[in-house]
């Protein structure tokens, strides 16, 4: 017997079963029936055609008159199968797609991969959750010789697919910078030359640069309209901005970037970010700059790196566990 | 009996059917498939109508390795397709509301061949085989 006929006669079965003492178990059983059906690819014509066969075999001649009415029924089910076949076509298609962006996160993971810097008077945490598979943010560490710690922070305004296409992009420009010590305005300077020369108008990238240098422990730094970070002063036990003023990269390309400086303390800390973090959006509105900072302190007393997946924690948690943007946050800490 | 059907209305289409499912029963075709052959042809049948100034729908009886088959040949001289890739695309004319399109008549059969060109028209070939 093939399979349709052991399909069909289970049917016949149940409608037989029903017919007579119309109970819940022949439902119950017409249910998992339904299940296999969809299982087995059976289309919603071929079970009126089943139900069809089925009534006629069982002889119901009171039934006569209503037979033409499944042409009708059938008829009209044609298209729903219709749907129903294309439905699991591009549900095939779909998965396609998801496991290639999955391949494509893999690959920008690795692309755009960076090792946190390992010096004596800092401790440094960073971390970065993408929204969607693929990230828009990006930062790097670049450790020199003369024993200056570089850090480079970017948000591509979107997200998705075209930001992580444009952030590789950066990651390529960095990585051709002139090898040595690199003053941060000099870098956004010559980044903002590539990105307005190669990347779509409607895109933007900001991007912060500092370089903190471990003999004098003062902190330089340039911003390409990148979300302010703070600065934790130990002493007084407060924050403040990090302000720093430039133009967004590949606006214009002639664009000249200020360079700023911070005299580090043991104990201070300097906090950078993406919007994700700032934007985070609950129910009731952003999250307010004020609750970040004392999720900071309430953390304040643990390791770099302990602060950042603690504050990341409480605000995945504010916002109901869905990212509405990339996420980074970064915290550099003079230890002594 | 004549074989082809001309689609200038759309009563022409409900023509084509009829000549479709005489053909597909004398074959030995069963209800489902019966259906599917006359969805197919109402769908070709109803771009014709639609899309190109005028064309026809032949019905033929094909046979090849013993095995018998229905030949659905829709042919005009409309505008033609320039995109066939697209509109051979999942979810690109049921998206509008415009029905299965031509990929859910590709469903419907065993075979389909499609030529189009701008500004002459299109044929499609479908068959579908009794099994």
């Known amino acids: 017997m093939g399979f349709r006929d052991v399909m069909y006669e289970k049917y016949k079965e149940i409608l037989e079963s029903y017919m007579k003492d119309q109970d819940e178990k022949a439902l119950y059983l017409s249910q998992k029936f339904s299940r296999k059906s969809i299982e087995y690819k059976i289309s919603p014509e071929e079970i009126i055609s089943l139900h069809r066969t089925a009534l006629a075999e069982m002889g119901a001649e009171s039934l006569g008159s209503v037979m033409p009415s499944f042409d009708i029924l059938l008829e009209v089910m044609m298209s729903y199968g219709l749907a129903y076949r294309e439905h699991q076509s591009l549900r095939t298609i779909q998965q396609e797609l998801k496991s290639e962006i999955e391949v494509a996160a893999n690959m920008q993971q690795t692309l755009l991969g960076t090792q946190i810097p390992d010096v004596d008077c800092l401790e440094i945490g960073a971390l970065s959750v993408p929204a969607r598979q693929m990230s828009g943010d990006y930062y790097h560490f670049v450790q020199d010789e003369q024993g200056a710690v570089s850090v480079a922070i970017a948000d591509v305004i979107g997200k998705g697919i075209p930001a992580a296409l444009c952030m590789s992009m950066i990651k390529y420009s960095m990585d051709s910078l002139p090898e040595g010590r690199q003053e941060p305005s000099l870098v956004l300077e010559s980044l903002n030359r590539v990105v307005e020369q190669n990347v779509d108008p409607t895109m933007f990238i900001t991007m912060f640069y500092g370089m903190y240098d471990t003999n004098s422990h003062v902190f330089h730094y340039a911003s390409a309209g990148h979300e302010p970070g703070f600065f934790y002063n130990h002493e007084i036990e407060d924050f403040e901005e990090i302000y720093a003023r430039g133009l967004l990269l590949g606006i214009d390309k002639k664009t000249k970037y200020r360079q700023y400086e911070k005299k580090v303390e043991v104990g201070d800390i300097i906090l950078l970010m993406s919007d994700g973090v700032t934007e985070c959006r609950t129910k009731d509105g952003f999250v307010e700059v004020d609750t970040l900072k004392e999720y900071i302190k309430k953390y304040i007393h643990l390791g770099a790196q302990e602060i950042v997946n603690k504050v990341y924690k409480e605000l995945e948690y504010l916002q109901d566990f869905q990212l509405r943007d990339d996420f980074t946050l970064i915290i550099i800490k003079r230890i002594k | ?131």
């Open chain 2, 1 to 131: 009996m004549d074989s082809c059907v001309k689609i200038i209305n759309e009563w022409d289409i409900v023509a084509a059917r009829q000549l479709g499912r005489n053909v597909a029963r004398d074959l030995g075709f069963g209800t489902v498939d019966q259906a599917r052959i006359t969805t197919a042809i109402s769908e070709l049948a109803r771009n014709i109508y639609l899309y190109a100034e005028q064309g026809e729908v032949c019905i033929e009886k094909t046979e090849s390795g013993g095995k018998i088959g229905l030949v659905i040949i829709s042919e005009d001289q409309g505008p033609g397709i320039s995109d066939l890739r697209k509109v051979m695309e999942d979810g690109f004319s049921t998206s509008g509301g415009l029905g299965a399109g031509l990929p859910g008549v590709k469903r419907l059969v065993d075979e389909f061949h499609i030529e189009s060109n701008p500004g002459e028209g299109t044929l499609i070939k479908a068959i579908k085989w009794l099994r």
